[in-house]
């Protein structure tokens, strides 16, 4: 089992992943922090084209973010789908 | 740190002032995070027996009201809607001063059942304020749908708060949640509620931050709550209490602080895990797998193409519905009911002197009359906004939108309040409050009255078919069109001029889709039409019988007044458009109100034209190319004085306020001038 630390913004549709940690003014790691992006938190990719925003489920919320916020938020890639 | 602390009992004597009144009333807050339903609960208990303001010296709207149950009295306030009680936002800072400030009897804590993990994170913060808390466990029927299980006694036991389960917009369980602080108060609850731990490493700061601080904080607060926000990085009281320490002191606290600048994410996350071991024993989940609802409909809705073609679809139904169902509505008020009353009116003040019926029933009754011939539409408008809001779609319109609103400088977000302003302009400014930073507001407000509303389309509505009878559809949506584009430029050109250099963050939360409520859509509607009514009308109001008095003075005849003149004056101006002055007047009344164009044509042409029919005397008056530069012009023109109030209002700033004006000016003369010169060229002149 390899885990990989990314950007959030590398998962792919219906990957999933860990929060590992964030970067970012302190604002807004208190708002991410909030809404449940916390060290170890379980993340689940349900959109992302590539460009634009994206949709990432945590703590069974659906939660759309710019791109440049999802970039602050790196993740421990859950391994298994990772072969490409 | 778990520690027991008895319920304080229901009568208290701090300063009251909010209210005032002999017997005190017990006084509740509802605090919750934004989806949860906090509105629908505070709506069914206070009715429309509620008071809507603004937080004292904010642009956070403030909602009390009354209830009574067993004899007892509330008085509840609703406090804004926050993920957390940190100093992120405005609403945050409120809600957070709010209960430390004026100690409320009880808190409501209203979280979502079917999203327990999030929304108890709010419960983790109220629960480290003075004021006893009651969990309101809210939207059990959704939970219950998507196979979660709560049994909301074990919660209850994990917590020592009372939780109290419901599903508000079936009305379950509010009765019980009355009952409930009811017992809370009487003090028969053994009130003992557990509260999150850190990280070992990280208590030791925080108990030398205790330390350090403990002699020199200020009253209300708490030496413990106000150590945990200086770990947490919280701006406001990292300068609260630089202000109350000595140099050497708040350097040792910075000291503290700055080797443990990641205390926000271990505060956060040991809140998390404290939820996730009070709902251990409580919750129990259905296997992942099954594809909800929400899921299915987000394939669509919140795809970058469908998503868009689905939002065009849903907005262009919204409008069809509104104008089919409003416009037939509003002519038959306009022709009956204010026309009826102004014969009315006109018989009654027979023996009047002649300037009194004038004012009574040209200035007073037309520009009441104006207002209230928009109702209808306003309201089936603003009740098709409210469905698509209650069931969660538009969140997902604002998220399919934020590609485009980024070409803007703005997120997503923004074109919720746009959105508004298809029906009038004062929501849509009024609106921005949802946006977290002053620069979105700002330019969202200064974007908002280039959003074509009611008014200015019932103005293409009667003057395109005068003008342009065989190219009517595609004048009408050409017009629309030169103004979303006229904004999307205006956007593209302000984000990267005068508003420069700002990285807005888009963090949305997307809510479950559910079955619209009644109750909150109907209040919705009825507040969005207070707004219109309060803040447009009663300028409208007064500013129609300021333009009835220069339109009538000193006469004989709104040819010979002061309005005339200033038309006259104008009329250069108005040639490079093609205009004469009496198009010029018209133009200049829909200040007060768009729709005032076309009474003001009616004024002037019938004097002028002996009564003629005002679409023949139009269409005789105006070549092509005058009236395509007219009709841009008028669509552009400055914002009604309504949304010239709220705009001040909202910015609190006279140079922006005047800037909005200026920009919409200088815009309306450039498309006259565009249109008229190009069609000429063109040769629509004849």
Redesign the interface.
């Known amino acids: 089992m390899v885990e990989r630390l990314v950007p959030l913004t590398q998962l792919r549709e219906s990957e999933e992943g860990a929060v590992a ?2 970067f970012g003014g ?11 992006f ?4 379980p993340v689940t990719m ?2 992302n ?1 590539g460009h ?2 994206l ?1 990432v489920s ?9 791109r ?2 999802a970039a602050k938020i790196r993740v421990h890639r859950r391994n298994g789908r990772d072969t490409l | 740190m778990t520690h027991c602390e008895t319920t304080r009992s229901s009568v208290r004597t701090t300063p009251d002032t909010a209210l005032e009144s002999a017997a005190r009333p017990v006084t509740i807050a509802l605090a919750g995070q934004p989806n949860v339903g906090k509105s629908t609960i505070f709506n069914i208990l206070t009715g429309l027996n509620q008071h809507v303001g603004n937080w004292p010296g904010k642009t956070v709207e403030q909602k009390m009201g009354e209830c009574t149950h067993h004899g007892m009295c509330f008085t509840l306030v609703d406090l804004p809607g926050t993920y957390s009680l940190t100093a992120n936002s405005e609403e945050e800072r409120i809600a957070r001063e709010y209960i430390i400030r004026e100690q409320p009897d009880v808190v409501i804590a209203v979280v979502d059942a079917a999203i327990l993990e999030r929304s108890l994170y709010l419960l983790a913060e109220l629960l480290a304020l003075p004021s006893p808390v009651v969990l309101a466990l809210n939207m059990m029927d959704v939970a219950e749908q998507q196979g979660i299980q709560i049994e909301a006694q074990v919660l209850q036991a994990a917590l020592g708060v009372p939780v109290v389960p419901m599903s508000a917009s079936r009305a379950e369980g509010v009765r019980e949640l009355l009952d409930t602080v009811g017992v809370l108060l009487s003090g028969q609850f053994d009130y003992c509620p557990s509260v999150p731990t850190i990280r070992t490493d990280h208590q030791v700061i925080l108990d030398q931050i205790v330390s350090t601080v403990a002699d020199y904080v200020p009253d209300p607060y708490s030496v413990s709550w106000i150590a945990l926000k200086l770990l947490e990085g919280d701006v406001q009281v990292l300068a609260l209490i630089e202000g109350q320490l000595s140099p050497e002191r708040w350097r040792s606290v910075q000291q503290l602080l700055r080797t443990h600048e990641d205390a926000i994410l271990d505060v956060a996350g040991a809140r998390y895990d404290w939820i996730g071991r009070m709902i251990r024993a409580a919750v129990v989940r259905p296997r992942a797998g099954q594809v909800s609802v929400t899921e299915r409909l987000d394939r669509v809705a919140t795809h970058p193409l469908w998503g868009i073609v689905a939002l065009l679809g849903i907005l262009g139904v919204a409008f069809w519905l509104t104008y089919a169902l409003g416009t037939p509505m509003q002519v038959w008020l306009d022709e009956v009911v204010i026309q009826g009353l102004a014969t009315w009116l006109g018989g009654v003040l027979a023996g009047a002197p002649a300037w009194v019926s004038s004012l009574l029933i040209d200035g007073v009754l037309s520009g009441a009359g104006l207002m209230v011939t928009f109702v209808p539409i306003l309201v089936i408008f603003f009740a098709i906004l409210g469905v698509l809001e209650d069931t969660g779609y538009m969140a997902r319109g604002a998220y399919v939108m934020d590609r485009f609103m980024h070409l803007m400088g703005l997120h997503g977000k923004s074109f919720l309040p746009l959105c508004l302003g298809f029906g009038c302009n004062v929501p849509a400014v009024m609106g921005s409050r949802i946006l977290e930073s002053r620069r979105a507001r700002l330019l969202t407000i200064l974007l908002a009255p280039l959003v074509p509303c009611t008014a200015r389309m019932a103005v293409l509505a009667t003057l395109v078919p005068v003008f342009f009878p065989s190219h009517t559809f595609w004048v009408t949506w050409g017009l629309v069109g030169l103004n979303l584009a006229v904004l999307a430029l205006v956007g593209i050109v302000l984000s990267r001029t005068v508003f420069r250099g700002g990285d807005e963050a888009f963090i949305m939360e997307l809510p479950l889709y559910h079955t619209p409520n009644l109750r909150t859509i109907g209040i919705s509607v009825w507040q969005n039409l207070v707004a219109f009514v309060q803040k447009a009308g009663t300028v409208i109001l007064a500013v129609s019988v300021v333009i009835w008095a220069l339109s009538s003075y000193p006469g004989p005849g709104i040819s010979n007044s002061v309005l005339a003149m200033v038309g006259r004056a104008l009329e250069p101006v108005g040639r490079l458009m093609g205009l004469d002055w009496p198009m010029l007047v018209a133009m200049l009344t829909s200040f007060v109100a768009k729709e005032n164009t076309i009474a003001t044509l009616g004024i002037l042409y019938n004097t002028r034209e002996g009564g003629a029919h005002l679409g023949t005397a139009l269409s005789g008056a105006l070549t092509p190319a005058a009236a395509l530069a007219f009709l841009a012009a008028q669509m552009l023109f400055v914002p009604c004085v309504g949304t010239v109030a709220a705009t001040y209002q909202e910015t609190r700033s006279w140079r922006w306020t005047l800037f909005g004006i200026v920009l919409l000016l200088a815009l309306s003369f450039g498309a006259g001038v565009l249109f008229y010169q190009g069609a000429s060229l063109f040769g629509l002149e004849g």
């Open positions: 940690d964030l302190a604002g807004l790691v208190a708002r991410l922090a909030t809404l449940g916390t060290p170890g938190a349900i959109q084209y634009g925003p949709i945590v703590r069974d919320t659906r939660i759309a973010l710019g440049g916020q």
